[in-house]
């Protein structure tokens, strides 16, 4: 059995030491999901936070392999209940890469549709748990009442709020109804101005940046050596989105800006900076819709796909830019009707390995801040 967390810490203390080893975690409001930050500190400095992750296990990837290629998509949900159209998308691109199926029109483009409103519900929970954390309790409201709009119009695509189960091996499981196109171009005209007010609110606001720039500045070797993703990476200043530089989808099709940390309030790569990034994508996202639902084309939502597909002996792998950066999906067929092997890469996992280097140093206070910048979400951690 591997050695607990808490006896690694202590081990590296002598006697003499003035500190103390604590626990942020597994049910702190501040850690976004079960996940324990067992920290060592001296007073209100941090020697080191360690993660200590597993608690949310639930061998996902395993059921990959225990189901049919359809009957996988539902975990998919799971894996991020935040951002689940992305993460269905993203399987959903593997196992047609294995069957070499083409997607008609319609449906990549309802896909990036309900992908791009789910990325700005995202990020409304993003920044507005931060913004709690941080201490400011009345952001949150303002940020779930937007959510709740977006869920509205979500619900009434696919008939779900949280787990979607939206995407389909070979296209979508429904169609936009009637009138939903001029609903979202509404929601969007007020989003578009609205997120003016919430800079106003909060983003500009002189305590809330004084408690963000120049905490936790991630340079660009830094971001790149620790495999950052999606805003983390681009907080820190490098100009890279898969769904520009990879393009995949109806992506190709649409023209958007990718928003990048430039140390306007502090130092390029700071926790200001991460927050900032989502807010900006939020608009990015409106356009991307915008213009979606304006070239929108007529056809088929579907492709002619098996109802118990059986892939041809192989291996695939799929990357979607989701809302915590690229998610990807390793998917191999020995020709039955169950994957052979699956596994998922997250941006969430890929954000921890960088936290224990960057709390040495910091003020208790300052790791919340931290953690909150990353935007980590424990169901893609542990899986």
């Given at each position: 059995?591997a050695e607990?967390v808490?006896r690694?810490?202590?081990?590296r203390?002598?006697?003499?030491?003035?500190?103390i080893?604590i626990?942020?975690?597994?049910?702190?409001?501040?850690?976004?999901?079960?996940?324990d930050?067992v920290?060592?500190t001296?007073g209100?400095?941090?020697?080191?936070?360690?993660?200590?992750?597993?608690?949310?296990?639930?061998?996902l990837?395993?059921i990959g392999?225990?189901?049919?290629?359809?009957?996988?998509?539902p975990?998919?949900?799971?894996?991020?209940?935040?951002?689940?159209?992305?993460?269905?998308?993203?399987?959903?691109?593997a196992v047609?890469?294995?069957?070499?199926?083409?997607?008609?029109?319609?449906?990549k483009?309802?896909?990036?549709?309900?992908?791009?409103?789910c990325?700005?519900?995202?990020?409304?929970?993003?920044?507005?748990?931060?913004?709690?954390?941080?201490?400011?309790?009345?952001?949150?409201?303002?940020?779930?009442?937007?959510?709740?709009?977006?869920?509205?119009?979500?619900?009434?695509?696919?008939?779900?709020r949280l787990?979607?189960?939206?995407?389909?091996?070979?296209?979508?499981?429904?169609?936009a109804?009637?009138?939903?196109?001029?609903?979202?171009?509404?929601?969007l005209?007020?989003?578009?101005?609205?997120i003016q007010?919430?800079?106003?609110?909060?983003?500009l606001?002189?305590?809330?940046?004084?408690?963000?720039?120049?905490?936790?500045v991630?340079?660009?070797?830094?971001?790149?050596?620790?495999?950052?993703?999606?805003?983390?990476?681009?907080?820190?200043?490098?100009s890279?989105?898969?769904?520009?530089?990879?393009?995949?989808?109806?992506?190709?099709?649409?023209?958007?800006?990718?928003?990048?940390?430039?140390?306007?309030?502090?130092?390029?790569g700071?926790?200001?900076?991460?927050?900032?990034?989502?807010?900006?994508?939020?608009?990015?996202?409106?356009?991307?819709?915008?213009?979606?639902?304006?070239?929108?084309?007529?056809?088929e939502?579907?492709?002619?796909?098996?109802?118990?597909?059986?892939?041809e002996?192989?291996?695939a792998?799929?990357?979607?830019e989701?809302?915590?950066?690229?998610?990807?999906?390793?998917?191999?067929?020995?020709?039955?009707?169950?994957?052979?092997r699956?596994?998922?890469?997250?941006?969430?996992f890929?954000?921890?390995g960088?936290?224990?280097?960057?709390?040495?140093?910091?003020?208790?206070?300052?790791?919340?801040?931290l953690?909150a910048?990353?935007?980590v979400?424990?169901?893609?951690?542990?899986?």
């Amino acid at each position: 059995m591997a050695e607990p967390v808490e006896r690694r810490i202590l081990r590296r203390t002598t006697p003499s030491d003035e500190e103390i080893v604590i626990n942020f975690g597994p049910q702190h409001p501040s850690t976004h999901g079960v996940i324990d930050f067992v920290t060592q500190t001296n007073g209100e400095i941090i020697r080191r936070s360690i993660p200590d992750i597993g608690y949310l296990h639930r061998g996902l990837e395993k059921i990959g392999e225990t189901v049919g290629y359809p009957g996988y998509m539902p975990f998919t949900d799971r894996i991020d209940y935040l951002a689940a159209m992305l993460a269905n998308e993203g399987y959903a691109m593997a196992v047609e890469r294995l069957l070499k199926v083409e997607l008609p029109p319609r449906a990549k483009y309802l896909r990036a549709i309900a992908g791009e409103l789910c990325r700005i519900s995202n990020h409304w929970v993003a920044v507005g748990t931060m913004a709690s954390d941080i201490g400011a309790s009345t952001p949150l409201t303002h940020a779930l009442r937007e959510r709740e709009a977006i869920n509205d119009l979500l619900e009434e695509l696919c008939g779900a709020r949280l787990t979607f189960n939206y995407a389909r091996i070979g296209g979508v499981s429904f169609d936009a109804p009637e009138g939903w196109r001029e609903k979202v171009v509404r929601y969007l005209d007020h989003l578009d101005s609205y997120i003016q007010e919430w800079d106003r609110l909060i983003s500009l606001n002189e305590i809330y940046v004084r408690r963000l720039a120049k905490v936790a500045v991630i340079s660009r070797d830094k971001a790149i050596a620790y495999g950052l993703c999606g805003p983390n990476l681009r907080g820190s200043g490098i100009s890279w989105d898969t769904r520009r530089d990879l393009a995949y989808g109806a992506y190709p099709e649409f023209k958007f800006d990718v928003p990048v940390g430039e140390g306007k309030m502090g130092v390029q790569g700071d926790c200001w900076d991460r927050y900032a990034v989502r807010v900006l994508e939020m608009l990015e996202s409106s356009k991307i819709v915008r213009q979606a639902l304006a070239r929108l084309p007529e056809g088929e939502i579907m492709a002619k796909v098996l109802r118990k597909p059986k892939p041809e002996p192989g291996e695939a792998m799929a990357r979607v830019e989701s809302a915590r950066g690229a998610m990807c999906y390793y998917v191999v067929s020995d020709g039955s009707e169950k994957a052979y092997r699956l596994r998922v890469r997250t941006g969430s996992f890929m954000a921890m390995g960088i936290i224990e280097e960057m709390s040495q140093g910091l003020m208790i206070a300052d790791l919340i801040a931290l953690i909150a910048s990353l935007d980590v979400v424990a169901p893609e951690i542990d899986r």
